[in-house]
């Protein structure tokens, strides 16, 4: 458990300059401590739900069909469920502490970004 909460936390070092970027602070950072980070992670998750949403209306214009479109309306649901629950068991890795609402946003980032390049790999590009 140590290991993973020092390999966290130098990932959360490694990372935080990077969520500085994205959120728009007056200071131009986004750290230092866990309820910051949480904050600014909050930002990011909202930015990338909406990025996740533009992209999935998209590719439901483009396949507006019945059939194609049922389909990937099944999937994304799916898929939300599936992000949620993932993100929730990794949450509890950290058995309450701190980290752990940050672990979820981290986890709901990385697999919303993942989804957004796969939505865009499979229905967006040009076949």
């Known amino acids: 458990m140590k290991t993973t909460l020092a ?12 969520i500085a970027q994205q959120k728009e602070q007056p200071e131009g950072k986004c750290c230092c401590t866990t ?3 949480g904050q600014c992670l909050v930002s990011v998750s909202g930015r990338v739900d909406a990025e996740l949403d533009d992209t999935y ?8 069909q019945p059939t194609h479109s049922d389909k990937l309306k099944e999937a994304q ?3 939300l469920s599936y992000r949620d629950a ?3 068991a990794e949450q509890l890795t950290y058995d ?3 980290m752990g609402p940050n672990a ?6 990385r697999l919303t970004r993942q989804r957004i390049e796969e939505i865009k790999l499979v229905y967006l590009a040009e076949h």
């Open 77 to 79: 649901r799916l898929w």
């Open 96 to 98: 309450r502490g701190t």
């Open 104 to 109: 979820w946003a981290f986890c709901h980032i």
């Open 57 to 64: 209306q998209k590719a439901l214009k483009r396949w507006n």
């Open 35 to 37: 309820y910051d980070t």
């Open 7 to 18: 390999v966290l936390g130098l990932f959360l070092v490694a990372v935080s300059p990077s």
């Open 86 to 88: 993932n993100c929730e």
